[in-house]
């Protein structure tokens, strides 16, 4: 079993940073996917990034591409998303997914999820 914790949300101005980060246990982090999904109230769980095992490969979604970058510390456990240039419409709670393999699935098929983090940005 993988236990995930995110941290690093929080309110921030349109035109701010932030940076998420997402510490695992339970597996070897080296093994697993990593990816960041979002959900604003009323829709629907979106892809937001997602890193390969060893962190050579990245996928982002068009509306943050540019935008956000995905990393991985895989000697620290931690995957980070960091935000820049933030829109209202970023607003979601963001969570850290893990999953099994080595495709970085843009569909929330992922084995394991994190609790979630608020991000709000204030336009």
């Known amino acids: 079993q993988v236990q995930l914790v995110e941290s690093g949300g929080g309110l921030v101005q349109a035109g701010g940073s932030l940076r998420l980060s997402c510490g695992a246990s339970?597996?070897?982090?080296?093994?697993?996917?990593m990816g960041w999904f979002r959900q604003a109230p009323g829709k629907e769980r979106e892809f937001v990034a997602g890193?390969?095992?060893?962190?050579?490969?990245?996928r982002y979604s068009n509306s943050v591409k540019g935008r956000f970058t995905i990393s991985r510390d895989n000697a620290k456990n931690t995957v980070y998303l960091q935000m820049n240039s933030l829109k209202p419409e970023d607003t979601a709670v963001y969570y850290c997914?893990?999953?099994?393999?080595?495709?970085?699935?843009?569909?929330?098929?992922?084995?394991?999820w994190g609790q979630g983090t608020q991000v709000t940005v204030s336009s």
């Open positions: 890193i390969s095992r060893g962190g050579g490969t990245t």
């Open positions: 339970g597996r070897t982090f080296s093994e697993l996917v």
């Open positions: 997914a893990a999953r099994n393999g080595i495709v970085i699935d843009i569909s929330p098929d992922y084995d394991y």
